[in-house]
C-alpha cells in the first residue's frame, strides 16, 4: 500500500526489454535504499513494481505485459525521470490517501494553465470512469495524491502548488502525454454500492 506522497524523482539507468517483460534499473539514492529488501513493492509513476535485485549501480524491477498494455510504464525511456514511492509503513502519518498502485487506467493531459507559482491541468479520460471522478474528492495521478478540480463529462482537472510541481514530474510533461491514474477505492466502492441497490430496487419494482 502506498500513501500517494512522492518521495523522490528517480532516473531510468537502463531498460531491457525481452518478449513480455522488461526490466527497468532504477537509480536510488542511498536515503531512498535503505532497508530496501528483494521483494519489496515501490510505486513507480503509481505503478506498484516489486524489487527483482539490486547492487551498487542500480536496483531492479521486472514489468510484466499486461502491466505495460495498462500503463503508460511502456512509454518510458532509458534516462527519463519518474516518481517513486516506498511502501507505506504502519505507524507511518498519511499525508495523502490509501492507493493499492493498481492502475485503472491512463489520462492524457489536453491542457495546461500555468502561472509562476501554480498550474492547473487538465486530462481527458475515459467516461467508464468519470462517475469515480468527483470534485473535491481523490484520485492518483502518476503516483501523487491530488484533490479532483472541475470535472466535465469526459475530463477532470487538477491544481498543483508549488512543492507539487517541484518535487514531482507532474507538471513537466507535453500535452498530449499520457498519465497513469488511480481511482479512490472508497469512491469506487460507494459508487458502486449505490448503483447496485437502485438496479435491485428497479428490478423489483
Same mark, same amino acid.
Given at each position: ?34 532497508? =530496501? $529488501? ?6 513507480? $509513476?503509481?505503478?506498484? =513494481? ?21 500503463? $503508460? ?93 517541484? =518535487? ?11 498519465? $497513469? ?25
Amino acid at each position: 500500500m502506498f500513501t500517494g506522497i512522492i518521495q523522490a524523482k528517480c532516473q531510468v539507468h537502463l531498460i531491457t526489454k525481452q518478449a513480455g517483460l522488461w526490466r527497468f534499473s532504477m537509480v536510488f539514492d542511498q536515503a531512498l535504499r535503505e532497508g =530496501l $529488501n528483494h521483494g519489496a513493492s515501490v510505486a513507480h $509513476n503509481g505503478v506498484c =513494481l516489486t524489487v527483482a535485485g539490486q547492487d551498487q549501480s542500480a536496483v531492479y524491477f521486472d514489468v510484466m505485459q499486461e502491466t505495460l498494455r495498462v500503463t $503508460n510504464l511502456s512509454d518510458v525511456e532509458t534516462g527519463d525521470t519518474i516518481n517513486v514511492e516506498r511502501a507505506m509503513r504502519y505507524g507511518d502519518e498519511v499525508g495523502g490517501h490509501i492507493l493499492s498502485g493498481h492502475i485503472q487506467a491512463t489520462a492524457k493531459l489536453i491542457g495546461r494553465v500555468a502561472t509562476e507559482q501554480n498550474s492547473t491541468l487538465r486530462f481527458e479520460c475515459d467516461v467508464q470512469w468519470m462517475k469515480y471522478i468527483l470534485p473535491k474528492g481523490f484520485i492518483a495521478v502518476e503516483g501523487a495524491s491530488l484533490t479532483i478540480g472541475d470535472t466535465g463529462a469526459n475530463w477532470f482537472e487538477i491544481h498543483l502548488i508549488p512543492e507539487t510541481r517541484t =518535487l514531482t514530474t507532474l507538471d513537466s510533461k507535453a500535452i498530449g502525454s499520457d498519465y $497513469n491514474i488511480e481511482i479512490d477505492s472508497q469512491t469506487q466502492a460507494i459508487v458502486d454500492t449505490v448503483e447496485r441497490v437502485l438496479a435491485a430496487k428497479a428490478m423489483g419494482a
